[in-house]
């Protein structure tokens, strides 16, 4: 186990049953680096990781 999937754990297990909009996800990740700007690179990988997930899905 990742030291980050407890973060995880707790993410599902406080918010799994909430629905957001990707908007809502852009404005806390953008809100997140504003306050913690070292984690810029890692946020930008994963948002380019969330935004081009489906580039390789077989059913399109």
Not at 9 to 24: Q, T
Not at 35 to 59: G, K, M, S, V, W
Request: charged share 45%.
């Amino acid at each position: 186990m990742y030291f980050t999937d407890r973060g995880i754990e707790e993410l599902e297990a406080r918010r799994g049953e909430e629905e957001v909009s990707l908007a809502w996800l852009a404005d806390k990740l953008r809100a997140f680096v504003d306050a913690n700007p070292e984690f810029e690179t890692p946020i930008e990988r994963l948002a380019t990781y969330l935004a081009r997930d489906d580039e390789d899905d077989p059913e399109d």
